[in-house]
């Protein structure tokens, strides 16, 4: 099994910055992909930024220029730096492990929850 714990939401305000983090335990390896989602009160949940195992990274078109995502699998860890941030941005980003091997393994973590005032 894979746990993954999030940290670093909080309370900003627009223009500010955040970094999010992800804490991966148990049977995880690099092989996994690691994305980010959010979710606010009454939407759906959308993908925000991905990061292969090779590295390749995909974001949303409305974060693009202002989220990176990385990851340091010697810590198991995957990161979201936030600059610029909108009050748009507001909601629960959840990080999220994927694998399909011989089935799909795909984890969840509790959330972190993000606020942006204007």
């Known amino acids: 099994q894979v746990q993954l714990v999030e940290s670093g939401g909080g309370l900003v305000q627009a223009g500010g910055s955040l970094r999010l983090s992800c804490a991966a335990s148990?049977?995880?390896?690099?092989?996994?992909?690691m994305g980010w989602y959010r979710q606010a009160p009454g939407k759906q949940r959308e993908l925000v930024a991905s990061?292969?195992?090779?590295?390749?990274?995909d974001y949303a078109d409305s974060v693009k220029g202002r989220f990176t995502i990385s990851r340091d699998n010697a810590k198991n860890t995957v990161y979201l730096q936030m600059n610029s941030l909108k009050p748009e941005d507001t909601a629960v980003y959840y990080c999220n492990a994927r694998y399909i091997a011989l089935r799909l393994y795909d984890y969840w973590g509790q959330g972190t929850q993000v606020t942006v005032s204007s």
């Open positions: 990061i292969t195992s090779g590295g390749g990274k």
């Open positions: 148990g049977s995880i390896n690099s092989r996994y992909a």
